[in-house]
Structures are given as C-alpha cells and as structure tokens.
C-alpha cells in the first residue's frame, strides 16, 4: 500500500461528508498538519489513526474498512475484502460461525486445502492457469 492511495481516498471520503482538513484533525485531535501530510501521502497513519480520523467523519464500517485496508491494515469485516467473491464471503462466515458443528466447519476447510492445490498444480510454470492444455 502507498500513501498515495490511502491520501487519495481520505481526502474523497472527508470531501463527501463535507469536512474541511481543519475540521477533520480537530474532530480527531490531530494537528492540521498531520491531516495534510497523510492526504499528500507524505505520512502513513498508524490504525489508530485511521480509526479516530473514521470516527472523526462518521464512516459506516464499509467506508472504515475500505480506508483501513488502504493503509494496510485488515479490516474489522475480514469479509467486506471479499466483496466481490460473495460466495468466498459466505464460507468464511460458516468457518467462523460456531454454531456450525465443528467436524463439518472442519471438512469444508480440508476442501478447501484440496482446492487450493489442485489450483497452484494447474497453475503452469509461466504462472498462466492452464485449462486442458490451453493457457486460459
């Protein structure tokens, strides 16, 4: 992750709520300065800092998590990283629920492991997935 990118979003989120950089540091008890710096991409904030400066503009947790990610950090919603694999989503959800027996949860991650190395095998050595002898 760069600054760049985390800069580039904080400044859109912070403009779509209406908030000023002054605004947003003294929301977040920050220094002016430190806003600036961060949106420039000159700084990277800690998570701390990326959480005062969400609670700062009352983010939902889909535009938190996005701006956490952008900083390299994992989101609070693992799964809003899989927001475009909903199936994905759905099976970490099952892995994690707990009222799921425990043998089944089990098996679904032994199947998983399969997929996964069935996968990097079909994976030639140019890194191009190869599907019946056809670079797909």
Do not use: C, W
Not at 7 to 22: A, C, D, N
Request: glycine share 8%; net charge negative; no cysteine.
């Amino acid at each position: 992750m760069s600054g760049k990118e985390f800069g580039s979003l904080l400044k859109t989120l912070r403009e779509r709520h209406g908030v000023s950089q002054s605004k947003l540091a003294e929301r977040a008890d920050f220094d002016h300065s430190y806003v600036s710096r961060l949106e420039s991409g000159a700084r990277m904030p800690t998570r701390d800092a990326v959480d005062r400066l969400g609670t700062a503009m009352g983010l939902d947790q889909g535009a938190l998590d996005a701006l956490l990610a952008s900083a390299g950090f994992l989101p609070r919603d693992v799964t809003s990283l899989l927001s475009n694999e909903p199936a994905l989503g759905e099976v970490l959800e099952m892995l994690q629920d707990e009222t799921v027996p425990t043998e089944y949860r089990e098996n679904m991650r032994n199947m998983l492991r399969i997929m996964v190395q069935q996968a990097r095998h079909m994976v030639g050595a140019s890194g191009v997935a190869v599907k019946s002898g056809v670079a797909a």
